[in-house]
């Protein structure tokens, strides 16, 4: 939607490409290239994915300065840095990175974002095998090697199967991350890879991992909106058009492979463009490259990327409870249909267009999605050997984020997350006919009011219920009105979660790629639900799954307590706290941070170069706070406050506006990370780790971390080998992280 018929973009039509070379390179020429690729990729808004498989785990001999590899973790980091970065002014990054499990660096992998301020700019999924699910259940060893995929291995190593299951499980449950991707389902269940020697090997998928891909390959997306086939929704006459639905399911195949030709010409544009730019060949050969190997990829298979939306809605309009048997089956039902309309719609594309050029029913002979299309109908199957199909695969099931926000139904598979929600609106000092609701820690008033889901005041109207009263209803009214409808008992977190993934299997037999689904879990859950789910997700043939606990990260998604705030917010600000002044040089210069403090520690902080003509602090002060202030035209500023040696009390005012607006800019940002209790020496940690373009910004970033170092309690440990030593035993003393093996400091 972004790209078609836009002639001042020149970008990819495609949602999801996944990159790797055809023979791995462990190399940093390699490593680096892939990075490279995935940046272009990136900037012609295109999410993408791929495996670090092929890179030699921590410690191995490497011939050049640095003796032994460092692993993978760091060449995650840089991927992930190359993502935010291109993730800029209108453009977007979304990348996938992906392991076996297989490989000696799991668990480092699995642990890689257990910090959240590192690898933020992308998802990343463990790839399982079998052997090694049957191994955790029965606790039994599993052995890893590198390469992951060789008879004579150059390492090799037996780990305790179990334990890194629940470690997974555990971080899953913590974080949210590492996704599980089943991936000798995938590649079990996989039509393209009958066609591995053709180049169409699976080896990653893209960043919400509903399409696993093969080096090269890349696909555009299209959903079917389910409610819109329910005739009569939400009565009890609601019933499924299946004749209409079969009907629009041709028309959307036809419409997927006119978009593949359409793709093909943006392709052809991006080529011509970077033939023409005015730089060396050898800075342009890359790119070209790329997008000659992304057009040969699609000239071959001619992917799609079909699937559905709205399937909450279309069950609640029916009757059916989500995640009950009945709606599981007939769910399965319209799946099932979708797909028998869809390879029927390729078949005859095949006989009019001609089939995908590497077509071979010899090689999907033996295929268990062939052979259940070949059981459901027969007859097409016949057709399909005879005439071929004009794609290689194409089915899916994607998140629909964005559109399921423009149709007002739910989104892919899911099910409604609430049906009524509440929302805060800020009350600005002009406004009419409001009231406060709620007022935050710096003053502001908020006005509560409650949003519905689209389809639920559908099902009051047609109910008969007064829906002008929404705006005003009670909650204890509104409350029996949501437990009166189809949605009660249906939502995100009242469903049987592992029926949910029962569900997920059931439908993947329907879908030739892979369904895109997140099991949204209260934030009370036990660890050992996590695990039955990811379990029980292997077990009914789900080809990956990812679960998100309430309140496990904070800032993504709040829960409102009955009776108090919301979790994670911050006690209100009082209008004056404990401050302290911490002075350091910074290169030549001498710095000063205000540091006002809550409980001993770190609430906010205000730094910068100090200016003498603005402010003169003596060297011994008494105490210190800092102080807000309301203004009278209603803005506010920070004052510090001091008695001095001599008992007098002065006060420096504005020191919000003491500093460069770039540096009040980021220190509110940082103050608001203090405020919600993020520990000291993580917040640093997401301090260094800010990638940032300007050098004034990053030696004010140096200065902030500088100041709230001596705030970190002597003793608090931190991951990381010491570099004298090599021990795993470092920790901070007086602000320094020091090693209490050799007593090495990075303080020098």
């Given at each position: 939607?972004?790209?078609?018929?836009?002639?001042?973009?020149?970008?990819?039509?495609?949602?999801?490409?996944?990159?790797?070379?055809?023979?791995?390179?462990d190399?940093?020429?390699?490593?680096?290239?892939?990075?490279?690729?995935?940046?272009?990729?990136?900037k012609?808004?295109?999410?993408?994915?791929?495996?670090?498989?092929?890179?030699?785990?921590t410690?191995?001999?490497?011939?050049?300065?640095?003796?032994t590899?460092?692993?993978?973790?760091?060449?995650?980091?840089?991927?992930?840095?190359?993502?935010?970065?291109?993730?800029?002014?209108?453009?977007?990054?979304?990348?996938?990175?992906?392991l076996?499990?297989?490989?000696?660096?799991?668990?480092?992998?699995?642990?890689?974002?257990?910090d959240?301020?590192?690898?933020?700019?992308?998802?990343?999924?463990?790839?399982?095998?079998?052997?090694?699910?049957?191994?955790?259940?029965?606790?039994?060893?599993?052995?890893?090697?590198?390469?992951?995929?060789?008879?004579?291995?150059?390492?090799?190593?037996?780990?305790?199967?179990?334990?890194?299951?629940n470690?997974?499980?555990?971080?899953a449950?913590?974080?949210?991350?590492?996704?599980?991707?089943?991936?000798?389902?995938?590649?079990?269940?996989?039509?393209?890879?009958?066609?591995?020697?053709?180049?169409?090997?699976?080896?990653?998928?893209?960043?919400?991992?509903e399409?696993?891909?093969?080096?090269?390959?890349?696909?555009?997306?299209?959903?079917?909106?389910?409610?819109?086939?329910?005739?009569?929704?939400?009565?009890?006459?609601?019933?499924?058009d299946?004749?209409?639905?079969?009907?629009?399911?041709?028309?959307?195949?036809?419409?997927?492979?006119?978009?593949?030709?359409?793709e093909?010409?943006?392709?052809?544009?991006?080529?011509?463009?970077?033939?023409?730019?005015?730089?060396?060949?050898?800075?342009?050969?890359?790119?070209?490259?790329?997008?000659?190997?992304?057009?040969?990829?699609?000239?071959k298979?001619?992917?799609?990327?079909?699937?559905?939306?709205?399937?909450?809605?279309?069950?609640?309009?029916?009757?059916?409870?989500?995640?009950?048997?009945?709606?599981?089956?007939?769910?399965?039902?319209?799946?099932?249909?979708?797909?028998?309309?869809?390879?029927?719609?390729?078949?005859?594309?095949?006989?009019?267009?001609?089939?995908?050029?590497?077509?071979?029913?010899?090689?999907?002979?033996a295929?268990?999605?062939?052979?259940?299309?070949?059981?459901?109908?027969?007859?097409?199957?016949?057709?399909?050997?005879?005439?071929?199909?004009?794609?290689?695969?194409?089915?899916?099931?994607?998140?629909?984020?964005?559109?399921?926000l423009?149709?007002?139904?739910?989104?892919?598979?899911?099910?409604?997350?609430?049906?009524?929600?509440?929302?805060?609106?800020?009350?600005?000092?002009?406004?009419?006919?409001?009231?406060?609701?709620y007022?935050?820690?710096?003053?502001?008033?908020?006005?509560?009011?409650?949003?519905?889901?689209?389809?639920?005041?559908?099902w009051?109207d047609?109910?008969?219920?007064?829906?002008?009263r929404?705006?005003?209803?009670?909650?204890?009214?509104?409350?029996?009105?949501?437990?009166?409808?189809?949605?009660?008992?249906?939502?995100?977190?009242?469903?049987?979660?592992?029926?949910?993934?029962?569900?997920?299997?059931?439908?993947?037999?329907?879908?030739?790629?892979?369904?895109?689904?997140?099991?949204?879990l209260?934030?009370?859950?036990?660890?050992?639900?996590?695990?039955?789910?990811?379990?029980?997700?292997?077990?009914?043939?789900?080809?990956?799954?990812?679960?998100?606990?309430?309140?496990?990260?904070?800032?993504?998604?709040?829960?409102?307590?009955?009776?108090?705030?919301?979790?994670?917010?911050?006690?209100?600000?009082?209008?004056?706290?404990?401050?302290?002044?911490?002075?350091?040089?910074?290169?030549?210069?001498?710095?000063?941070?205000?540091?006002?403090?809550?409980?001993?520690?770190?609430?906010?902080?205000?730094?910068?170069?100090?200016?003498?003509?603005?402010?003169?602090?003596?060297?011994?002060?008494?105490?210190?706070?800092?102080?807000?202030?309301?203004?009278?035209?209603?803005?506010?500023?920070?004052?510090f406050?001091?008695?001095?040696?001599?008992?007098?009390?002065?006060?420096?005012g504005?020191?919000?506006?003491?500093?460069?607006?770039?540096?009040?800019?980021?220190?509110?940002?940082?103050?608001?990370?203090?405020?919600?209790?993020?520990?000291?020496?993580?917040?640093?940690?997401?301090?260094?780790?800010?990638?940032?373009?300007?050098?004034?910004?990053?030696?004010?970033?140096?200065?902030?971390?500088?100041?709230?170092?001596?705030?970190?309690?002597?003793?608090?440990?931190?991951?990381?080998?010491?570099?004298?030593?090599?021990?795993e035993?470092?920790?901070?003393?007086?602000?320094?992280?020091?090693?209490?093996?050799?007593?090495?400091?990075?303080?020098?």
């Amino acid at each position: 939607m972004t790209g078609i018929g836009n002639n001042f973009q020149v970008a990819s039509l495609s949602n999801c490409f996944v990159i790797g070379h055809k023979h791995p390179a462990d190399s940093y020429g390699g490593i680096f290239r892939i990075d490279e690729e995935q940046v272009q990729l990136m900037k012609r808004r295109g999410g993408v994915g791929h495996d670090l498989s092929h890179i030699r785990p921590t410690g191995s001999p490497v011939l050049n300065s640095a003796l032994t590899s460092t692993g993978i973790v760091p060449f995650m980091e840089r991927y992930s840095n190359s993502t935010r970065e291109v993730a800029q002014d209108g453009r977007r990054g979304a990348l996938m990175l992906t392991l076996s499990i297989k490989h000696p660096d799991a668990e480092r992998f699995i642990d890689a974002k257990v910090d959240t301020g590192k690898v933020t700019g992308a998802n990343v999924s463990i790839k399982i095998d079998d052997d090694f699910m049957r191994a955790a259940i029965d606790g039994k060893p599993y052995v890893q090697q590198f390469p992951i995929v060789s008879d004579h291995p150059m390492y090799r190593q037996e780990i305790d199967a179990r334990r890194l299951w629940n470690k997974i499980i555990h971080n899953a449950w913590k974080s949210a991350e590492p996704g599980v991707l089943f991936w000798d389902t995938v590649l079990r269940e996989s039509i393209p890879d009958c066609y591995a020697d053709e180049g169409f090997t699976t080896v990653s998928t893209n960043p919400c991992g509903e399409i696993p891909l093969c080096p090269y390959d890349s696909c555009r997306l299209l959903a079917v909106n389910l409610l819109s086939y329910v005739e009569h929704p939400f009565t009890p006459q609601a019933r499924f058009d299946f004749d209409l639905f079969r009907a629009h399911v041709d028309k959307a195949m036809r419409m997927m492979d006119d978009i593949i030709d359409l793709e093909l010409e943006k392709v052809e544009q991006i080529i011509h463009k970077i033939a023409n730019d005015p730089e060396d060949q050898d800075i342009r050969r890359v790119e070209l490259s790329l997008w000659e190997k992304i057009r040969a990829m699609a000239l071959k298979g001619r992917r799609t990327g079909l699937g559905i939306t709205a399937e909450g809605d279309m069950l609640a309009a029916l009757g059916l409870r989500y995640g009950t048997p009945e709606a599981i089956d007939f769910a399965v039902e319209v799946q099932k249909t979708l797909a028998l309309s869809a390879y029927r719609a390729s078949v005859r594309m095949a006989r009019e267009r001609g089939a995908f050029p590497v077509y071979d029913a010899r090689k999907e002979a033996a295929n268990p999605m062939i052979l259940r299309i070949k059981e459901a109908d027969p007859e097409l199957y016949d057709e399909m050997v005879q005439y071929g199909r004009r794609n290689i695969a194409m089915l899916t099931i994607a998140p629909t984020g964005t559109t399921s926000l423009m149709s007002q139904t739910t989104s892919g598979i899911e099910p409604v997350f609430r049906p009524v929600y509440k929302r805060r609106r800020k009350i600005n000092p002009s406004d009419q006919d409001t009231h406060v609701d709620y007022v935050d820690e710096t003053g502001e008033k908020f006005q509560e009011y409650n949003v519905y889901h689209h389809n639920f005041v559908k099902w009051l109207d047609v109910n008969g219920y007064d829906t002008s009263r929404l705006d005003s209803i009670p909650d204890e009214e509104l409350k029996e009105w949501v437990e009166a409808s189809p949605y009660h008992g249906a939502t995100a977190n009242d469903i049987d979660w592992v029926a949910k993934v029962r569900m997920q299997g059931a439908i993947q037999k329907w879908v030739d790629h892979s369904i895109s689904v997140t099991v949204n879990l209260p934030n009370n859950v036990s660890e050992e639900l996590v695990a039955d789910v990811y379990r029980t997700a292997w077990e009914c043939g789900c080809k990956g799954v990812t679960v998100y606990r309430d309140g496990c990260r904070s800032g993504v998604l709040i829960e409102k307590k009955k009776g108090g705030e919301p979790e994670g917010h911050p006690l209100k600000r009082p209008r004056s706290i404990p401050a302290d002044i911490v002075r350091f040089k910074n290169g030549n210069e001498d710095w000063i941070a205000f540091v006002g403090l809550q409980d001993g520690r770190p609430y906010e902080i205000f730094t910068g170069k100090i200016e003498e003509d603005a402010m003169y602090i003596p060297r011994k002060i008494d105490k210190g706070y800092i102080i807000k202030v309301r203004e009278e035209d209603g803005s506010k500023r920070y004052d510090f406050q001091y008695v001095d040696r001599y008992g007098y009390t002065n006060t420096i005012g504005g020191i919000s506006r003491l500093f460069d607006e770039e540096f009040w800019n980021y220190a509110k940002l940082i103050s608001g990370v203090l405020r919600h209790g993020m520990p000291i020496e993580k917040t640093v940690s997401l301090i260094e780790s800010l990638h940032l373009n300007s050098e004034s910004i990053n030696t004010w970033k140096t200065g902030v971390c500088r100041a709230l170092k001596q705030y970190i309690r002597n003793g608090t440990k931190s991951k990381g080998k010491c570099p004298s030593c090599g021990q795993e035993n470092m920790a901070y003393q007086n602000g320094c992280l020091t090693c209490m093996s050799c007593g090495y400091s990075k303080c020098g």
